[in-house]
């Protein structure tokens, strides 16, 4: 999976920057046919998860998930495989906005409810 790789000092020392290139440089590393081939390793081999401690940033804003058409017309909504505490951003329909899905343990809900209501003042 293409990523940037630096050490805690790295990230702190250098300038911003120096950050932004290797993030340019992963984007750039991936390809049609480096997606077509992770495509097919994941059909072959079931996620494992990350180790614990990493921390994963993603931006799937630029995705057409709202015009994906397999000839019967754009899809109203589209997620893949959410499990617990994960957290997918994705654009929905022709508006370009950001939907996120979280999937929560039964037992977290009642709880994220109340936090939510809170936030919005219902």
Do not use: Q
Request: with cysteine; glycine share 10%; charged share 25%.
């Amino acid at each position: 999976m293409p990523c940037c790789l630096c050490t805690k000092g790295e990230l702190i020392e250098e300038p911003i920057s120096a950050s932004a290139e290797r993030i340019k440089k992963a984007i750039e590393s991936v390809t049609e046919d480096y997606i077509r081939s992770k495509i097919d390793f994941l059909d072959m081999h079931r996620f494992e998860g990350f180790p614990t401690g990493t921390l994963v940033i993603n931006s799937w804003t630029s995705l057409e998930h709202g015009s994906t058409d397999f000839g019967w017309g754009e899809p109203r909504f589209g997620t893949g495989d959410v499990s617990s505490l994960t957290c997918l951003f994705m654009t929905e329909g022709r508006e370009k906005g950001i939907a996120v899905v979280l999937g929560l343990p039964f037992s977290a809900m009642d709880t994220f409810n109340k936090f939510f209501c809170d936030l919005n003042g219902a």
